[in-house]
């Protein structure tokens, strides 16, 4: 279980592989949509199986929030909740509890903090976390850690000799061997301090190595870096998770860079703002300009039934089905370049492709 088996290797360094899970079987590179609550917004299960999705993430600290991660337990774990049969992936709660909340006391214990919901003060440990996550049952699990500021070099190192001794305690309270604990590697944008969480947490031979405290704030270059400074640390025949980075330009700098892993909210979110991927940009349907266009939002659109015109009148409408249509629409985007990359590693010609489909997108 979890063994990570790299099929080919493009001489860009980047790798189509596949990470077995007690779900069934990930082949990477992999693109995750976010459920948040147990739910990708505006998605059933089975619909995301159509659109390709064999990933999913969910949320500790809302699930922990809400419904309560005892319930789900006691409902037989997330996938029997939510009726996705698939790998899943939940992740420690740490990164909302600093962004989330406008009040929290962190010490070298853990964090307090209060509720977004109603406002109510609760306090998370490594251990807790590490509980709460085997309550929700995912495949894999995410250590509890700081995200910092990436800018802020004395606050990152501080930082990571709280986060440290916070990753052995997530290793000593796990007790499930059906999930996989994943360490997240932080740093900021310094490169003696990535490589030195990197090797810290090598120590302890992982099934997987997460980079954290990416795309919170930092540039599109500054990203990139990080991970080529990491590209040669991280141990090759462990699967590496870039987290909450979804981009089309994003996801094909990580895979060049030799990422197998990615997830975000973005598809969803912006679908709910009306809002479309497209080879190069982003379409916003809301604009008058579609009122009357009788297109498809692409010519390959998983709802390329459905017209410009009519996705247009349902969003200033406020209809429901336009948030449907447009977050299917938008994972299927992501999970289609995925695909094609994975092809086009095999292939030994991802740096050709990516040069001709960054080529739509500001350079970094």
């Keep these: 279980m979890f063994e990570f088996k790299i099929t080919a290797k493009d001489d860009t360094g980047a790798r189509n592989g596949i990470f077995q899970t007690p779900h069934g079987p990930l082949e990477t590179p992999v693109f995750a949509p976010v459920g948040t609550a147990a739910t990708v917004k505006a998605t059933q ?16 600290y809302h699930l922990y929030l809400r419904p309560g991660d005892d319930l789900v337990r006691d409902m037989g774990g997330l996938h029997n909740f939510m009726r996705w049969d698939g790998p899943m ?17 962190i010490d070298d214990d853990g964090v307090t903090f209060k509720s977004h919901i109603d406002g109510s003060m609760h306090r998370f440990t490594p251990e807790s976390s590490i509980a709460i996550q085997e309550n929700l049952g995912a495949d894999i699990i995410m250590a509890f850690d700081e995200c910092p500021p990436p800018n802020e070099y004395d606050y990152v190192k501080n930082s990571l000799n709280r986060t440290h001794p916070w990753l052995l305690r997530c290793l000593e309270a796990k007790k499930r061997d059906d999930q996989a604990l994943f360490a997240i590697v932080q740093g900021g944008i310094f490169q003696d301090l990535r490589e030195e969480s990197a090797r810290f947490m090598m120590e302890h031979d992982f099934p997987g190595y997460a980079i954290g405290g990416l795309a919170v704030g930092e540039t599109k270059a500054q990203m990139a870096q990080v991970l ?12 590496r998770y870039l987290m909450g980075v979804g981009t089309p330009e994003d996801l094909i700098n990580g895979v060049l860079r030799g990422v197998d892993i990615f997830d975000c909210v ?9 809002s479309a991927f497209y080879k190069g940009g982003r379409m916003n349907l809301k604009n008058a300009r579609f009122k009357r266009d009788e297109q498809p939002i692409t010519p390959n659109s998983a709802v390329k039934e459905f017209s410009r015109a009519y996705i247009h009148h349902l969003i200033k409408s406020n209809e429901i089905l336009g948030h449907i249509l447009l977050s299917m629409h938008n994972i ?10 994975r092809v086009a590693i095999r292939e030994n010609r991802l740096q050709a492709f990516a040069d001709e489909y960054l080529s739509h997108y500001p350079p970094l």
Excluded: C, Y
């Excluded at 992936?89 to 006391?105: C, M, W, Y």
């Excluded at 080529?228 to 699967?239: G, M, T």
């Excluded at 973005?266 to 709910?272: F, G, H, K, N």
């Excluded at 299927?332 to 990359?341: K, Q």
């Design 332 to 341: 299927r985007f992501l999970i289609n370049l995925m695909e094609e990359m």
């Design 266 to 274: 973005l598809p969803t979110r912006l679908a709910r703002h009306g």
């Design 228 to 239: 080529d400074w990491l590209r040669p640390v991280l141990p090759e025949n462990k699967p």
């Design 45 to 60: 299960p089975r619909d995301l199986k159509e659109l390709g999705a064999s990933l999913v993430l969910s949320n500790t």
């Design 89 to 105: 992936l939940t992740d420690s709660g740490g990164f909302q509890v600093f962004s989330l909340s406008d009040t929290n006391k």
